[in-house]
Nanobody, 123 residues
Framework: QLQLVESGGGLVQPGGSLGLSCATS????????IGWFRQAPGKEREGVSC????????YYLDSVKGRFTISRDNAKNTVYLQMNSLKPEDTAVYYC????????????????WGQGTQVTVSS
C-alpha cells in the first residue's frame, strides 16, 4: 500500500479555483493509478477523476468535465487536481486513492487512501 497525503483544500467563492495535491514517497509511484474522490455530508463517496499509471489516460465525473483537470508528475511522486469554476455542490472532503496500474470506477477497488482535505465553496 501507498501512504498518500493530500493538500490544497480550503474555502473558495463560487466560480473560484483551487488546486489539490496528492503526494507519496513510494518510489514505484508511476505504476499506480491515482483517483480523486469526494464525500459530502450524508452522501456516498464518489469518484471525481482518475489518471492511469504509465500511459496517463484520464477520466472525469460528468459534472466536473471541463472544469477539473487531473495530472501527474512521476518525478515528484505527485498527482494534482486543478479545480476551476467551482460550484457550491463541489463542497466535500476530497480524498486521493491508489490502485495498481489502471483506474477503476469502483471505490472498493482502491486500496490506499489519503486522510482527505476539505473543500468548501461558499460566498
Amino acid at each position: 500500500q501507498l501512504q498518500l497525503v493530500e493538500s490544497g483544500g480550503g474555502l473558495v467563492q463560487p466560480g473560484g479555483s483551487l488546486g489539490l495535491s496528492c503526494a507519496t514517497s513510494r518510489f514505484t509511484f508511476d505504476y499506480y493509478a491515482i483517483g480523486w474522490f469526494r464525500q459530502a455530508p450524508g452522501k456516498e463517496r464518489e469518484g471525481v477523476s482518475c489518471i492511469n499509471s504509465r500511459e496517463g489516460s484520464t477520466y472525469y465525473l460528468d459534472s466536473v468535465k471541463g472544469r477539473f483537470t487531473i495530472s501527474r508528475d512521476n518525478a515528484k511522486n505527485t498527482v494534482y487536481l486543478q479545480m476551476n469554476s467551482l460550484k457550491p455542490e463541489d463542497t466535500a472532503v476530497y480524498y486521493c486513492a491508489a490502485r495498481y496500474y489502471r483506474c477503476s470506477g469502483s471505490v472498493s477497488d482502491f486500496d490506499s487512501w489519503g486522510q482527505g482535505t476539505q473543500v468548501t465553496v461558499s460566498s
